[in-house]
């Protein structure tokens, strides 16, 4: 009894259900199916699960099927979309000017693409004298969102903006390789004067 042979793929979405338990040879009826939808179907040993954002995790298990019917599935396993670097910090707002320091503050990403942001990084540049951005606090903690600039010259212009710094990400099956995704583009800047 010859026939066609073949792979059917079935996933899940960050452990949880992405779809109904489908029909057909790949995702057979059952309390074992519950939850799992096919994402693939045919002859090749590989297949690209698309529509997954960045850092998105997501179980598959494969079966192999012939004209007798489907095989039993693998064990699942998790695989790992690639982060992206977050968007950038809301601008930096600044609070208690003084003629030689001032507090500054920012907020989170608005998306994190998958990443884990680590710290800030906020740099700086004195208008008045000229010359390039330096780096005024590096925040080595996500909840750290302000900090206070000294050695402020009286009466100067000051232009500041910051960027998120990410941790490490792991790609791949179930804790593959890990991966700098770098830090977010810095938010627009800023500019303040010293009173």
Do not use: H
């Not at 792979?7 to 059952?30: D, L, R, Y």
């Not at 939808?37 to 012939?66: F, I, K, M, Q, W």
């Not at 982060?83 to 910090?89: E, F, H």
């Not at 906020?122 to 080595?140: C, K, S, Y």
């Amino acid at each position: 009894a010859g026939g066609s042979g073949g792979v059917s793929g079935s996933a899940k979405k960050k452990g949880k259900a992405s779809g109904g338990g489908g029909g057909g040879g790949a995702a057979a009826a059952g309390d074992d199916d519950a939850g799992w939808r096919v994402v693939y179907r045919g002859a090749d040993n590989a297949a690209c699960v698309s529509g997954l954002g960045p850092g998105t995790s997501v179980r598959l298990r494969v079966c192999a099927t012939n004209v007798v019917g489907r095989g039993p599935y693998s064990d699942p396993r998790t695989f790992t979309s690639r982060a992206l670097p977050p968007s950038p910090p809301d601008p930096p707002t600044f609070s208690q000017l003084q003629p030689d320091s001032v507090k500054v503050k920012w907020g989170a990403p608005e998306n994190t693409n998958g990443s884990v942001v680590a710290g800030y990084r906020v740099e700086m540049r004195d208008l008045d004298v000229g010359g390039g951005w330096i780096t005024a606090f590096t925040g080595e903690t996500p909840s750290a969102m302000s900090f206070k600039a000294t050695k402020l010259r009286p009466a100067s212009e000051y232009e500041f903006r910051v960027a998120a710094d990410v941790a490490e990400a792991e790609v791949g099956a179930g804790g593959g390789a890990s991966v700098s995704v770098g830090p977010s583009e810095f938010s627009s800047s800023s500019k303040m004067v010293t009173p």
